[in-house]
């Protein structure tokens, strides 16, 4: 599904006189159809930087990034044109950043309804039923579907965060420490949401703070040093 | 798919030029003024693809470039060089005499005559300056703003003309009991919705928006804001949005461009943009948000 090869990354900082910042280098790996691969490795070694790179929030510096897109082919994420870029994150490739970082000004429900609004093609109603499952599920209270996560706790906020990012149903979901700030009962929850994603066939690649976990969920682990 | 506008190699320049105005400006030279015959070369060779129901960023300081170009491409000003094309999918059916037969694109729009510039205006393009003054007229009614804009685009039914001016009225959030008010009765945030009303009234696929919400207050740029989300998801239309602003563009914009000194020096995925800026420029501007 995903084949990341000789991937490396680093930041040029003109602001600092052209400071060269290396984040990742020579990364490679495999992550077969359906499978779900963790990273791990000390924090500032790159992981979230290989993630970006893959969501191509960052610009590869060099290597590649392969792609078995359903609607394109095999395609290198590192080079493909910012349009298909576009196309490939609303369509196929879902991404659950450290903090939430949603439009300000739209309600909890609206913020998970909308993609699969616009992604599953759904009827409203179907959509609406199916966001309020996953709030509940979630632990959401109910008195806040229709506030603005802007003001939530910051569990909450992450748990929207997840439910944004796995209500459509992604083919590749990205996880950059979903559980990093649940309490051990929404951490449940979520591995459970997760296990139900892989059942119909989500392949996944995931940072967890907790290494424990980490073990319990994926079936591979790929250490960056 | 293939993009509604082409644009390509888009350029203004003020002054006679010399041989030597390209190399002497830029953001290398830090300037757009040309040493040695005093020419400004507002924008150069300005190259970007827009597709249909797509927001485009361009962002950039005063004097960047980013509202020259926007006249251009609104017909304003009449550009150096470059070439401006619609997709036939989406204005072959509103002015077929733009097309020659079986291609695809239209001819280039900056080529035509002032006839067939206010024609293809007329039929396709709104725009929303920052200035409301520029956009409307202070002393004529809301509702008779709304009816001039129609009367170019070619309807003649005073009763229907009514209509739409409501209709437009209400999609953004003006009382309609104040339709026959001129836009000086209102405040600037009202004044920005009635520009809005005004440039949605042809029906237009081509949204320009120049720095829409410079100089509103942050609750009434909000209200402007969201307004322009809700619309452009409704009416499927594209938009250029012009800002010095990176949470507008941000809110707004998929895909952003950087100009400086009349050159775009870098574009990509606005969240790239933000969070991997490449050049010196972009890195100080995102820097220097707050």
Redesign the interface.
Known sequence: MLTVEKLSKSFTLHILNGKHIAACRDISFKVPKGAFLGLSGPSGTGKSTVLKCIYRTYLPGSGSVWYDSANYGRIDLATLSDRAVIDIRTREIGYVAQFLKVIPRVSALDVVMEPILTRNGVSHDEARSRAVDLLKRLRIPEHLFDAYPATFSGGEQQRINIAHAVSWKPRLLLLDEPTASLDSESVAQVLEILKELRRDGTTMIGIFHDHELMTSVTDSIFTIC | MEPLIRTRGLSKRFGPGCERCLVATGPECETNRCNYCGSVVACNDVSF?L?KNEALGIVGESGSGKSTLVRLLHFEWDSTGGSVELHADAAMQLIPELFDSGSVYSRNLLGLSPFQKRQARNALMGIVYQNPFLGLRMNVSSGGNIAERLLGAGWRNIGRMRERSAELLEKTEIPVDRMDEPPKNFSGGMQQRVQIAKALSNSPLILFLDEVTTGLDLSVQ?RVL?LI?TLQSELKLSLLVVSHDLGVIN?LC??TMVMKYGRVVE???T??IL??P???YT??LV?SQL
């Open positions: 693809d597709y909000a969201d989300r809110l998929q895909r574009s990509g995925l969240d790239q969070q991997d490449q050049h010196k890195q100080l820097a």
